[in-house]
C-alpha cells in the first residue's frame, strides 16, 4: 500500500430519556413536524434550560461502559452558530470540560487486537431537522428533535481501514445497547458518525490533511465512506494535488462525496461556558452507584462463555449480540445447568423462531429459567428432542408452560416397556419380509423398522428403549430360522 | 488598531453576528467601537495571574432536574408568532445542502 | 385618598376595610393612565378588561376574608416579562408583534397573589441603555420633569411608580437598570441577590447579571412585592434553593442601632455631582443620627468594574440575542433570498443602534484571538470584585453610595455618546457583577428639584439587612418625600 490511510470518528448516539435534556418534552422518533415542542426547545425569548439528570447519569455510564475516566468537574458551555435547525443560534454542548475523557475499546484486526482510544465523550443537545424537498423555494424547519440528549464520542485518530471502523462502531454500538442508554438505530437517526480521514505516504510519519464527512447514518456507510475518501485522497496524492481541509458530503446512493458548503463562512464558534446550567460534579461514590448499575458487559460475557463455559467463539458471539439473549442464555444455563445444550437450543431452535415470527429477543414470551425446564425435560428423556421443537413453538404462540404443553399433547416419551413391547411385537407380525431381510444382514432394514416402531408410538417412543427392544426381538427370531 | 484596520475588522464581527449594516451604519458603528474598546482596553494592565475566572455567581452545582415527561404546546401555538409557515414547519427560504 | 400619596400598604387597609373595593382601585388607576401617560409614556400597553377581570376576583377573596398583601393591588409590568397572550416587544421593532406563548414565573406568583396587572411598561431596547430613549416605540419622560429621563432601562416602570399610574412594578436590572430609573424619578427599587427571583420568563440580555426587581413608592412595598416574588423555580436551573424564615415586610421596620456601614473610597470620584455629594454626606449624618457607624474603605477593583460588565453582559447578550433570525418569531425582512439575507437584515432592520453596539461589542469579546484578553480577562475581574465585597462585608453590615453619579439629565443629551452612558453606571454595575443586592431609595433633591437616590449594597442573600438600613433611613426621611406635579 503506497499510503496509510488515518480515520477518527466522532458517533453521536442519541440517549433514551423520557424527556428531553433542557425540557420536560417527549423523547421520541417521528411523528408529525412541531408537535413535541415548547417555548424552551424552540428558543422562545425568556426561556431557560434546566438539566436532565438522567441524560447526565446516562453519559457516565456509557463512559464507564467505554473504559472512560469521569470528570469530577464537568460543566456545559455554548457553541454559537446561525443555522435554522437551531433555534436559539447556539447549541449547549461541552467544549473543555467533558463528562468523560480517556477511554477506548479492543477491537481485533488480522495482525491482532488493536485499542483504539477514546478521547473523551460530552453530552449536549441535538438540532432541529430541515427539509428541503419539498417546495421550490423554500426549506422548512422541523423542531421535534431540538433538545434531544446526544452522547458525542470523540476518537483519536487510531482506526486504520474501513473494517476497523466498522468493528469498532458495531462494538461501541453493542456496548451502548448495554448501559442501556440509547437504542441505536442508525436507520432511525439515534446513531450517526462524522467521518474524519487522511492519508500519509508510507514510510512517514506525519498524518496527512484530513477531511470530514459528517451524519452518515449507517455502518455500510461509514465503511463505504472511508474507503471512498481513503481512494479519492490517495488518487489526488498521486496525481501531484494537496488535500483540501474540508467538510464533504457523503452520498451513500451515489458512492461519492462532494464538496459540502459550510454551514458558516467563519468556524468561529465563540465558546463561552453557559450561564443558565450551574456546573456537574461527581463524587467516586456518584460513580461507583452507576457502574453498578451497569450490567456484565459483553466483553466480560464473551471471555466467560467461551473460557468458562466452553462454547465456541462464534456462538459466544451470537449470543452477546443483545443484552437480553445474553440474559435469557444465562437464566436458562442457571436452570438447565448445561451452557452447551442450552447455547445449541437458543441458537439452534429459539432464534430461528424469533426470526420466522418477525421477534427481537426482547420479545421473548417466556424466561430462559422456563426454557431451561424444557432442556432438561429432553435431557431426562422425558421428551424427545422432535417434540420438544413443537413444545418450543407452542409456548411462543399460546404462552403455555412446556409441562402443560406435553401433558396436554400426549408428548411424555413412553419409557413403559411392556408398551413399547407390544407395539414391537405388533410391527414385527406385520413386517415378516423385513425381519427375514435384516436377518439376512441388511442392517438398513432396523432403520426402517425403528421408524415403523416409533411412528405407532406416535413419537413418544424413547428410542433407546424402542431400540433395546426391538434388537432383542429380532435376535429372538434368530434362533427361529 | 488603526482605523482602516479597525473598520476591517468591524466588518467581520458584524459578519460573525449576522449584523447586515449599510455603509452609514457600519462607519458609524465603528467609531462607536473604537472608543468603547478603548475603554474594554483599560482592563489589560491588570495582573489577574493568579485569579480564578468566576463562571457562575453562585457556586451551586447539580441543579438537575428528574426525568418527567411533561405536555408539549401546541403545534399552533410554537407556530404562533412566526410570520411564514409552511404544512406545520416554520419556512426559510430554499437552502441548497 | 390622595393617589400620589398611596402605598401598597395603605391600599391594603383601604380594601380590606371596604373604603374601597378592588375594582374602584384599579379605575382609578386605569382613568388617571387614560388622563396623564400621554404627558409620561410610561406604558406601552393597558389592559384594562383583563385588569378588571382580576380585580373582580379579587375582590371576591377579599369579601371571603382570603386577601393575601397584594390581592386587588394595581401593578406594572416591564415588557420584557412575558405574560401569556399579551405582546412582548421588549421595546424592540423586533419584537412589536410577538404574543408571548406562556407568562413568566414571577408574574405566575403575583397572579397567585391577586395581584391585579395594569399594563406593560416601556424600557430600553432589550433592557439595553440607560435613560430609556433606546425605547423603538416612546420616550418616557420623568415624571419630575417632563424634559428630562426617566433612567433607564426600567424608565416606563419607575416612572408608572413616581406618577402614580401604578402602585408598584415589576422591573429588570442588569447593570442598574431597576436601581437608576428609581433614583431619577424619586421612587424606591431594588435589585434581590443573583438568583432569588426567577428569570424564567425574563427576556434574557445578560443571563449571570439579569435580575428582575421590585419598584415602589415605599422600602415596605418593595419588600411586600420581593415576598411574592421570591422563591427557586424548577423552570430556572440559576434560582436558589432558599427561602428566608422571615418576610422580607418584617424586615423593614427594625432599627440600625450598632449598625457598621462602609463607603466605597473609590466611589468619591471627581465625576460625583457636587450636589449628590452633599447628600451623600447629609445622608450618611442621618444614619448616624440613627446610630450607624458609617467608615470609608478601599475596594480597588471596582476602578474596572465598568469595563468588566460591559465585557461580560455585551458576550452574553451577543450570544442571548443570536436567537432574533425572523424564522420563529419577529420581525422578518421581506424578499430575502437566502438564509444569510434573512438573518442579516431581519437583525439590522429590527435592531437598534445600541443593541447593535452591545452585539459588536460582546461578539468582539468572544471572538477567536479576542477571549482571553477580554472576556476570561474580565471573568478574573469579577472573581476580584466579588472577593472585595465579600472582605468588606465581614467588616460592614451593608454598603453605601449613591445610586448615580447626577441627577436626571436631559432628554437628548447623552444619545450621541454612549461612553458617557457607560461611564454613569459606575455605582451600580458592582452589585450585578457580585450577585449582590442593593436597593435605590430617595434620600434628597436637587436645586432643580429633581430626586437624588442612595444606595445600600448588601452580602449575598442579605436583603434582610438591606430592608432594615433602608427602612431606617426612609423613616427619617419620610416627611421630606416629594411627590411630583403633572
Partial sequence: MKYIPTIGLEIHSELSTNSKIFCTCPVSFGGEPNTRCCPVCTGMPGTLPVLNKTAVEYTVKAGLALNCEINSFSKLDRKNYFYPDSPKAYQISQFDLPICKDGGLTINTPEGEKFIRIERIHLEEDAGKLLHDGFDKYSLADYNRCGVPLIEIVTKPDLSSSEEAKEFVEKVRLMLLYSGVSDCRMEEGSMRADVNVSVRPFGTDELGTRTEMKNINSIKAIARSIDSEIRRQSEQLDEGKRIIQETRRWDDNKGESKTLRSKEDAHDYRYFPEPDIVPVTFTKEDIDILRNMLPELPNKRFEKYTTMLGLSESDANLLISSVSLSDFFESTTKECGNPKTASNFIIGEVLRKLNDNGLSSENIPFGGNVLGRLIKMIENEEVTATNAKKVLSDMFDTGKEPEVIVTENGYKVINNTSEVESTVKEILLNNEKAILEYLEGKEKTFGFLMGQCSKSLAGRGNPKVIQEILRNELNKRKGDI | MTNSNSNDYIKYIAGLAKLSLNDNEMLSLANDMQDIIGLMDTIKDIDTNNIDATEHISRVTNNLREDIQGNSFSTEKILSNSKHTIDYCFAIPKMIE | ?486
Wanted: hydrophobic letters at 35%.
Fill in chain 3, 1 to 486: 385618598m390622595d393617589i400620589t400619596k398611596l402605598t401598597i400598604k395603605e391600599a391594603r387597609t383601604l380594601l380590606d376595610t371596604k373604603q374601597i373595593s378592588a375594582v374602584e382601585l384599579t379605575n382609578m388607576y386605569i382613568g388617571r393612565i387614560k388622563s396623564l401617560d400621554n404627558k409620561i409614556d410610561a406604558y406601552l400597553s393597558v389592559s384594562e378588561d383583563s385588569a378588571l377581570e382580576q380585580a373582580k376576583v379579587a375582590q371576591k377573596l377579599i369579601d371571603d376574608g382570603k386577601s393575601t398583601l397584594l390581592c386587588g393591588i394595581p401593578l406594572s409590568i416591564k415588557d420584557n416579562i412575558c405574560i401569556e397572550g399579551t405582546k412582548t416587544t421588549c421595546a424592540s421593532k423586533m419584537l412589536e408583534d410577538f404574543v408571548a406563548p406562556y407568562t413568566a414565573t414571577a408574574v405566575s406568583k403575583l397572579h397567585a397573589d391577586n395581584a391585579v396587572i395594569l399594563g406593560k411598561t416601556n424600557l430600553d431596547e432589550f433592557a439595553m441603555g440607560g435613560s430609556t430613549e433606546n425605547s423603538a416605540f416612546k420616550q418616557t419622560k420623568n415624571p419630575f420633569d417632563l424634559t428630562r429621563v426617566p433612567g433607564g432601562s426600567s424608565g416606563g416602570s419607575a416612572a408608572s411608580v413616581a406618577a402614580s399610574l401604578a402602585l408598584g412594578s415589576l422591573g429588570s436590572d442588569t447593570g442598574g437598570s431597576v436601581r437608576q430609573p428609581a433614583a431619577f424619578c424619586g421612587v424606591v427599587g431594588m435589585k434581590p441577590t443573583y438568583g432569588l427571583v426567577s428569570r424564567y420568563g425574563l427576556v434574557a440580555f445578560a443571563s449571570s447579571f439579569d435580575q428582575i426587581g421590585p419598584i415602589g413608592k415605599t422600602v415596605e412595598d418593595c419588600a411586600i412585592i420581593l415576598d411574592s416574588i421570591s422563591g427557586q423555580d424548577p423552570k430556572d436551573g440559576t434560582s436558589l434553593n432558599y427561602k428566608s424564615d422571615l418576610s422580607y415586610r418584617c424586615s423593614v421596620s427594625g432599627d440600625i442601632k450598632g449598625f457598621k456601614i462602609g463607603l466605597p473610597k473609590e466611589y468619591l470620584t471627581e465625576g460625583l455631582n457636587s450636589e449628590v455629594k452633599a447628600s451623600l454626606y447629609k445622608s450618611i449624618e442621618t444614619l448616624e443620627k440613627l446610630g450607624a457607624t458609617v467608615e470609608e474603605f478601599s475596594i480597588p477593583s471596582v476602578k474596572h468594574a465598568i469595563a468588566a460588565y460591559y465585557l461580560m453582559s455585551s458576550a452574553e447578550a451577543s450570544s442571548n440575542l443570536s436567537r432574533y433570525d425572523g424564522v420563529k418569531y419577529g420581525y422578518r425582512a421581506d424578499n430575502c433570498k437566502s438564509f444569510q439575507e434573512l438573518i442579516g437584515r431581519s437583525r439590522a432592520e429590527g435592531f437598534g443602534t445600541e443593541v447593535k453596539r452591545r452585539i459588536l461589542l460582546g461578539t468582539y469579546a468572544l471572538a477567536s484571538g479576542y477571549y482571553d484578553a477580554y472576556y476570561k480577562k474580565a471573568l478574573k475581574l469579577r472573581t476580584l470584585i466579588s472577593q472585595g465585597f465579600e472582605e468588606a462585608f465581614t467588616k460592614y453590615d451593608v454598603v453605601l453610595h449613591p445610586t448615580t453619579p447626577e441627577t436626571a439629565f436631559k432628554l437628548g443629551q447623552n444619545t450621541d455618546n454612549p461612553l458617557t452612558m457607560y461611564l454613569a453606571d459606575i455605582y451600580t454595575v458592582a452589585a450585578n457583577i457580585a450577585g449582590l443586592p442593593s436597593i435605590s431609595i430617595p434620600c434628597g433633591y436637587d436645586l432643580n428639584g429633581l430626586p437624588i437616590g442612595l444606595s445600600f449594597t448588601g452580602k449575598s442573600l442579605g436583603e434582610r439587612e438591606l430592608f432594615r438600613a433602608a427602612g431606617s433611613f426612609e423613616a427619617d426621611f419620610s416627611n421630606n418625600i416629594r411627590v411630583p406635579t403633572i
